[in-house]
């Protein structure tokens, strides 16, 4: 199965195999069926909560070879799920919503699932400063972080850790301005936010202010 830049960006940067993987928000379980291949040693979960989408996954799931023991899916709002293996490291990958249901999604999943070691590898496609800033504020720390480029669109990935005390920058530490593809999207959010300041009192969002900074460097 050919995935998106994006998706396979999200499979590389697993790294490295979990008891559990979580393939949040599934839609049609692509990713999911990606990391089944590419990480032998996890259990995949497929999350969706559409129960069409669910039951396509998990009829299409029942028809391969694939050992049952490898996969589950579950038709349920993430933010009321309750992780199972307590004591296993879980990591939930949730990609293709806003920054602000993200948000609260991170928040439910942290407060339904306290003192249990969780990674969340996040994606969103909007609100990025406000994600980035929230993260922070719930005491998650930086694992990695990516900028990636999907035919015409720019997604960050970024990878964040219960146990990790390394600070989220707001605009990111993955910049590299060498590279056209970092400086196109640069370009991008700046105009984003003096269009956000021109509608606005004050047009000196901490965004913009940050990321006119990053050219001056």
Not at 79 to 95: C, G, N, S, V
Request: hydrophobic content about 40%.
């Amino acid at each position: 199965m050919k995935l998106s830049a994006r998706l396979e960006a999200l499979v590389a940067m697993v790294g490295a195999p979990y008891p559990h993987i979580w393939d949040c928000c599934c839609d049609h379980g692509y990713l999911g069926y990606q990391l089944l291949e590419t990480y032998p040693d996890s259990v995949i979960h497929f999350v969706d909560v559409v129960p069409s989408l669910v039951a396509q996954v998990d009829q299409l799931l029942t028809g391969t070879a694939l050992p049952p023991d490898r996969w589950q899916t579950h038709c349920v709002d993430l933010k009321t799920l309750i992780l199972p293996d307590k004591r296993q490291r879980h990591l939930m990958i949730i990609a293709g919503v806003g920054g602000d249901l993200m948000v609260e999604m991170v928040t439910q999943l942290l407060r339904n699932n306290k003192h249990q070691s969780l990674d969340f590898l996040l994606c969103p496609i909007r609100q990025l400063y406000k994600l980035r800033t929230e993260l922070n504020q719930l005491g998650l720390g930086l694992v990695d972080e990516a900028i990636v480029k999907d035919g015409r669109h720019f997604y960050e990935l970024i990878y964040v850790s219960t146990g990790s005390e390394r600070k989220i920058s707001s605009v990111g530490d993955m910049w590299d301005l060498t590279n056209p593809v970092h400086r196109e999207y640069l370009a991008l959010n700046i105009e984003h936010y003096e269009r956000m300041g021109a509608q606005v009192a004050n047009p000196a969002h901490p965004a913009l202010q940050a990321y006119r900074k990053m050219l001056r460097c």
